[in-house]
């Protein structure tokens, strides 16, 4: 979906037979990595009777599934906790998610900052 150059993800519950851009059973996301903070919206009850019924996500929806914190309910709705715990447990998750970006942002930056220093270290021994 989306335009040349620009593109946006619908994520769908599809049989492994179909072909990857060809027929899917139902559409549970959609996912647009160009606005920031990245727009990611999953149907959390429908995501969930998919991954409990058997349904395989790909790596990349996968990784999407524990940055919302699916994949951590749907791990945790397969033990034993009771479902406040779980709710505890997902709430914390929720609260922590705003510390865990600016971390990221943060190394980012350094990461950018290092490369360019090398960068500049490169230029100045060629001289």
Do not use: C
């Amino acid at each position: 979906m989306g335009k040349k150059h620009i593109p946006l993800y619908k994520i769908v519950a599809a049989d492994s037979r179909s072909p990857r851009d060809g027929r899917f059973i139902e559409s549970v996301g959609h996912y647009n990595p160009h606005t920031e903070p990245v727009l990611l919206t999953f149907k959390e009850t429908r995501v969930l009777y998919w991954l409990n019924n058997g349904a395989q996500p790909t790596e990349t929806v996968k990784s999407l599934l524990k940055k919302e914190g699916l994949m951590m309910k749907y791990r945790l709705s397969k033990t034993k906790l009771s479902a406040e715990k779980i709710e505890e447990k997902i709430n914390q998750f929720n609260a922590d998610k705003p510390a865990k970006l600016a971390r990221a942002k943060a190394r980012k930056a350094r990461q950018k900052e290092t490369k360019a220093k090398k960068a500049e270290a490169k230029t100045e021994e060629s001289k």
